[in-house]
């Protein structure tokens, strides 16, 4: 298995995407060979029946059609299709058969953060962490719209929907972090719903699993803060910089009165933070759509802590 990839893909880092790229490259090759054989007979036929005069009507005249040619390109055609469809329904199936023993870990898609909660009661924003070479299934589903799990180094890309539940699932055969994507325009953070695989050993898996997701210790609770800011997605509709994106900027707002989108007015104490991070549309402020979602049961007493003395230390 590559671990760099090509210029076509990126590393395969899962049980199924040497078979994905057997077939891939498959059809990428045969398609450069016909490429080939057409345009050379294009070319070789425009040159060789091109018109003077009289001779391309002797030439051509006594041509209607040749049965052998004509069964010869519909039959080589039809193998390469079947080949095809064969080899691929084969992929689909591995690729889409669950195995048994999988772990299962439960996905959710929102707008514009993943959260993952897996069966020891250990949740994770943004980052999946699972050990190599072990199944994991994923059984995922949406708060909103629509949105699609990717993850190119694994070859697995699956839409999250709903009001329904979708499922797909890897084995990892590399340790390392890949990139994860959001593959389903949902709306103006799109780009920015991006997470991790974080793939490891058995060892550091259960080890992880044990200690919990990380609770910031030996942090001050604003550096805490800052980590959770961008780990927790804040940072993608929260500037801090002072330009509105879609949600209202944090900097210079602590202590400060913020107009409500009702006419009212509240002042951006710890309780209204922690309000607004529990119960976002509770107060809206004025010139925003009400798109925040909960964080209950996302994050815990000491993160919001966290999270109320970063946002302090914005000037
Ligand atoms: Cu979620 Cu695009």
Wanted: glycine share 8%; proline share 5%; aromatic share 12%.
């Amino acid at each position: 298995m590559d671990s760099t990839g090509t210029l076509f893909l990126p590393s395969g880092s899962s049980t199924v995407s040497q078979d994905v790229d057997a077939l891939f490259y498959f059809m990428v090759y045969a398609s450069i060979v016909l490429l080939g054989i057409v345009v050379s007979g294009l070319i070789y036929f425009g040159f060789r029946y091109r018109r003077k005069r009289q001779e391309a009507e002797r030439l051509t005249a006594g041509i209607s059609h040749n049965t052998k040619l004509e069964i010869l390109w519909s039959v080589i055609p039809t193998i390469l299709v079947m080949i095809v469809f064969v080899w691929g329904f084969r992929v689909f199936m591995d690729m889409h058969v669950v195995p048994a023993e999988a772990t299962e870990i439960k996905v959710t898609g929102q707008k514009w953060f993943w959260t993952f909660d897996y069966p020891e009661g250990v949740n994770t924003l943004n980052e999946l962490v699972v050990p190599v070479d072990k199944p994991v299934k994923l059984l995922m589903s949406s708060k909103d719209v629509i949105h699609s799990f990717f993850v190119p180094d694994f070859r697995i890309k699956m839409d999250v929907l709903p009001n329904r539940y979708s499922v797909t699932w890897f084995e990892a055969t590399q340790m390392g972090e890949y990139p994860l994507f959001c593959a389903e325009f949902c709306g103006d953070g799109h780009s920015d719903m991006i997470g991790t695989v974080k793939v490891v050993s058995e060892r550091e898996y259960a080890a992880w699993l044990e200690e919990g997701s990380y609770s910031g210790e030996g942090l001050s609770l604003a550096d805490f803060g800052e980590a959770l800011f961008s780990s927790k997605a804040c940072i993608t509709c929260h500037s801090i910089e002072g330009k509105p994106m879609a949600g209202p900027h944090l900097n210079g707002v602590f202590g400060k009165p913020v107009p409500l989108q009702d006419g009212g007015e509240v002042i951006a104490d710890e309780n209204y933070i922690r309000e607004s991070i529990l119960e976002p549309q509770a107060s809206i402020v004025a010139g925003f759509q009400p798109v925040m979602p909960t964080y209950q049961g996302i994050l815990k007493d000491r993160e919001i802590d966290a999270l109320i003395e970063y946002i302090k230390s914005l000037k």
